[in-house]
């Protein structure tokens, strides 16, 4: 142990920070607001808390947050905090994310999710219960971040003790230093060995194929050293994972031992642990990670870096109001910052699967920030329920753009959550309760007069959990999906995870019924975390939980009072179209509906591959949309089969919102 606790000091004098220890508490000292720019890795988010910490800013019973765009960066450095102050997590150093915390009353340098901090203002506004807020991987311009970078601009003009650090990877130090008065900048010099960039010669049709072809080449010739593969998402981790174990299997025992470890966000926190554990000698690892390892956690000891040039990105067109996760290109900062991860500890090298030509010319030179192209609805609602008014004047760092804040405006307004002066109705109020979409949220709410309360908060919490529910092995395909044709029940895919998750219940949630069922067990345990939070909250806005006992019909008019958005009818050929703005779409091949095809049906959400698909799809009643949003649909609109325009009565809507040119 003695051995265990001197290797973490070392460790921490390793760092580049250490080095700035002094002039960077003394700056904090003597000013209030403070821009801080450092490599990935130089230790600012592990360290700069503890050292703020020894210098006595949690003297007062006053704590240190730091907050983080990504609940696994959260998770994991606080571990490692926790770790290196000898502590239990969750007692002096703790985190908190949606759904889950992990503090204390002991706890004094709390981690959180940017979109836990932006939550929090509702119950605390002057965050008086912090000495010093840290808003780290600013860069990263995350929608929370954004609005936060707003809201403690304000808190610290009316708390002269508070101090604020904006920390960043790259570039912005200047602009961020604009924006807070110009703040002095705080920078960090990094160690940076040089990195070889190579590049294909001709595009890459599959670039999964296109990584492991890389990975395993880089494996027979190149010398130790580990490799990070940057990788959109769960699945395609997945994918490649299995694809490279196969082809290291055939292989056979004439390569040295490759470790294959994965990093995503539904990654349970013991696994993701697994990728800071030292290779074993004479051993390679390769990491294959989203994009959270490309500023917010760092791997140490990676010399070969494999750059495919996509990341995954929630988009949303304000032109057809529609919403959906795709995988982009990444921009040529991102594609700097993967290639500096190679460089961290010894000259690397990166191998960018995409061309040079198409680095130079199709690649933006930065990424657009968050609030430029999501949804706003529910940053709009949260700032509402913060006496926040008038958005049109809010202090953003970059403006929204006009579009996505109408838009959002007349969501809430369409969805009862504001009234026609744009101000929070009670119903708006109870909405903002919930740290959920405004239609899932509105959905929860819809279900106590639907008297479904019991089954929505289910269905809610299963869809919360990212649709990693099913499992399908590759050599089991056919037991799968027989396993999940026997959770289809009438109604749709979100009747089918209420199923599954009342059988799991009435198993008294056993693993080895999910085993059997080819259900993900993590996945359910986390949806029953999900749902215990959900509950409590409701009983905060006094819902009971009620069952309608097998009656679908209410459970679906609640799940359409939310989601009355996302509805579409069926067209020529299998095709959908949206009533909102008549796009095609199709129900996703996942669907229990895929081959029944009602002629109304309702989304949760769209996702674009090769075409736009619905996936969670319930079957509904025209005449429903009455019932749930009289004011938004009207019947003869329903009716008539072309179809082609909303209704005119939100133009007028616009004009009362408060929102004025
Ligand atoms: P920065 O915020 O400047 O990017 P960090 O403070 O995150 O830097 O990282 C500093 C060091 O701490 C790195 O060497 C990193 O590998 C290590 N580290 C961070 N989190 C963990 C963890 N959960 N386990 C082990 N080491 C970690
Ligand atoms: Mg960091």
Redesign the pocket.
Known sequence: AQKKKMDIEE?RRS?P?YHYKESLVDAVQNHQVLIIE??????????IPQYLHEAGFTKDGKKIGCTQPRRVAAM??S??VA?EMGVKLGNEVGYSIRFEDCTSERTIIKYMTDGTLHREFLSEPDLQGYSVMII??AHERTLHTDILFGLVKDIARFRPDLKLLI?S?TLDAEKFSTFFDNAPIFR?PGRRFPVDIYYTKAPEADYIDAATVSILQIHATQPLGDILVFLTGQEEIETCQEILQERVKRLGSKLKELLILPVYSNLPSEM??KI?EPTPPGARKVVLATNIAE??????NIIYVIDPGFCKQNNFNSRTGMESLIVVPISKASANQRAGRAG?VAAGKCFRLYTAWAFKHELEDNTVPEIQRINLGNAVLMLKALGINDLVHFDFLDPPPHETLVLALEQLYALGALNHHGELTKLGRRMAEFPVDPMMAKMILASEKYKCSDEIVTICAMLSVNGAIFYRPKDKIIHADTARKNFNCPGGDHLVLHNVYKQWADTEFSTQWCYENFIQYRSMKRARDVREQLVGLMQRVEIDIVSTDGDTVPIRKAITAGYFYHIARLSKGGQYKTVKHNQTVMVHPNSMLFEDLPRWVLYHELVFTTKEFMRQVIEIESKWLLEVAPHYYKARELEDSTNKKMPKLLGKAKAELGVVN
Do not use: M, P, W, Y
Request: hydrophobic share 35%; net charge negative.
């Open positions: 460790t760092l920070i450092g490599e990935t890795g130089s230790g600012k988010t592990t360290q994991s450095v571990a490692r770790v780290d991987e920390s990877a960090i993701q642990a800071f500023t917010s956690l760092t791997i140490d961290r």
